[in-house]
């Protein structure tokens, strides 16, 4: 089994960054694809990237394309998403997931508020 845990929600100002952290532990933790999720209040939940196992294929969805970036370091088993020029309606529950063989484990969420 695979254990997410994420990290480095807060509050930012418009225009401010943010880098969250996903830990994951557990056997062949390096072999899972990691994807960073979102849901709003109000708004169904949407996937923001997803980054395969050793870096080789990134996606994100066109609403954070040019302001967020992740990227994966397999040592510390730690996926991380870097977000850039934060806007209010980034603001969200962030989480992560882990994917492999069909087996999908879900970390419990970083909370992050884009406001003045």
């Known amino acids: 089994q695979l254990q997410l845990v994420e990290s480095g929600g807060g509050l930012v100002q418009p225009g401010g960054s943010l880098r969250l952290s996903c830990a994951a532990s557990?056997?062949?933790?390096?072999?899972?694809?990691i994807g960073w999720f979102r849901q709003a209040p109000g708004k169904e939940r949407e996937g923001v990237s997803c980054i395969s196992p050793g870096s080789t294929r990134i996606n994100y969805t066109d609403s954070v394309k040019g302001r967020f970036t992740v990227s994966r370091d397999n040592a510390k088993n730690t996926v991380y998403l870097q977000m850039n020029s934060l806007k209010p309606e980034d603001t969200a529950v962030y989480y992560c997931n882990g994917f492999l063989r069909g087996n999908v484990y879900w970390g419990q969420g970083t909370q992050v508020t884009v406001s003045s």
């Open positions: 557990g056997n062949n933790a390096d072999y899972y694809a």
